[in-house]
């Protein structure tokens, strides 16, 4: 196989974007990984985007067609990627497949969602858990999160603070970030302070509702420096399936399909976690963040919500944790998410990240999930 690279890398600002449609904004994140690679359109070979549910947030399926077609690339084959949140991440690894295999040499991967068009988002949300034995029951995605993390504290001591210290870090960082939905700071009085959502899950522990749209560019390693003297490689690309269902899980808090990932990508990489310079993980509640760095090894069982208090995930840290602000503070949408992460990935590896910049980063990973867990897809990339 074809080692691949990441020529170019957008992200359109994450929020409730009132004024842009799903077909505009997935355009102009397109056009801006086109422009940032040194392309042109009609270079392109294939194009993967990542999109979970646009049939019932905005009633439109059939979407790989409709973007092609209203991005002006018919006739490349274009196709539509889904796997719950992990539907970005997911294309990514598709596209960076198609490249590896020699299939495709230019490919677009992209991701969009938008999720401020309906009154009620959350039964489209809850199609990612197990329709019959969670949602039909009336568990949403706050309360089994709230389980785990839950569990997490009674089997670790875990506390409640630790939690809101995950919510904060993200926030320092989303300050530094133009494109984040949420730019601005908050304390652990703040999160512990916030409405209550599913016990012990307050608001500031939730990742938003979020418009928004990324993509990057791939193409043959060998061939990257002909488009760009920063180009980004792709040293590790795993997946991995874990149950849909909470109550099927031998341990609730552990996400198994990322430890399985998580490995599968460490030993394709040849590297450990220690060699990491900077990561880019899916938490879309503050759990997760925890979970996160235990279950891809970066600090062992039930000590992830130490490592939070005590700083090791700032920025300046042993483990620099979502520059970007993470799903917390930059924004989840959906489908968007996984490339998001890639992409704030490539720009900290460029040393383009400005003042969120992680000093020294050379070997990134990003981490993103579909579910509590059902899905899991995860990446190493190096300058």
């Not at 994140?29 to 070979?45: C, F, H, P, R």
């Not at 450990?272 to 899916?282: F, Q, T």
């Amino acid at each position: 196989m074809r080692e691949v690279a990441i020529i170019g890398a957008s992200q359109t600002k994450f929020g409730e974007l009132w004024d842009i449609s799903f077909r505009d904004l997935i355009t102009r994140a397109g056009v801006e990984a086109i422009e940032d690679a040194g392309i042109e359109g009609a270079d392109l070979e294939a194009m993967y985007i990542g999109n979970m549910s646009a049939g019932l947030f905005i009633k439109q399926e059939h979407i790989a067609s409709l973007i092609a077609d209203h991005a002006g690339l018919t006739p490349i084959p274009a196709t539509r990627v889904e796997a719950a949140c992990a539907s970005g991440g997911l294309a990514l690894r598709s596209g960076i497949m198609a490249i590896a295999s020699g299939y495709h040499d230019i490919v677009l991967v992209g991701g969009v969602e938008k999720m401020t068009d309906v009154v009620d988002p959350t039964p489209a949300i809850a199609t990612a858990s197990d329709q019959e034995w969670e949602a039909q029951q009336g568990v949403t995605f706050p309360s089994l999160y709230a389980m785990m993390a839950r569990r997490h504290m009674y089997e670790y001591g875990t506390t409640r603070e630790q939690l809101a210290m995950v919510s904060v870090i993200n926030h320092e960082n989303a300050a530094k970030n133009p494109k984040a939905q949420f730019p601005m700071e908050i304390t652990v009085e703040q999160v512990l302070n916030s409405s209550m959502v599913a016990d012990p899950l307050r608001l500031l522990d939730c990742s938003p509702i979020s418009d928004g749209a990324s993509a990057v560019i791939l193409c043959p390693a060998e061939k990257a420096r002909e488009y760009t003297d920063t180009p980004v490689y792709v040293k590790a690309s795993a997946h991995a399936s874990g149950t849909i269902a909470l109550h099927d899980r031998e341990d609730i808090t552990r996400i198994d399909a990322t430890v399985h990932a998580g490995r599968k990508a460490f030993k394709m990489a040849g590297l450990e976690p220690k060699d990491v310079d900077v990561i880019e993980v899916h938490d879309c509640f503050s759990i997760n963040g925890i979970l996160a760095i235990e279950d891809l090894g970066f600090v062992k069982k039930g000590e992830g919500g130490l490592a939070f208090e005590e700083g090791v995930t700032r920025r300046d840290g042993d483990i620099p944790f979502n520059p970007s602000g993470g799903l917390k503070a930059r924004g989840h949408p959906l489908g968007a998410t996984g490339i998001a992460q890639a992409a704030e990935i490539v720009w900290q590896l460029r040393g383009e990240a400005g003042k969120r910049q992680v000093e020294g980063a050379e070997i990134g990973l990003t981490h993103n999930i579909g579910g509590t867990g059902g899905t899991a897809v995860v990446h190493i990339l190096s300058r």
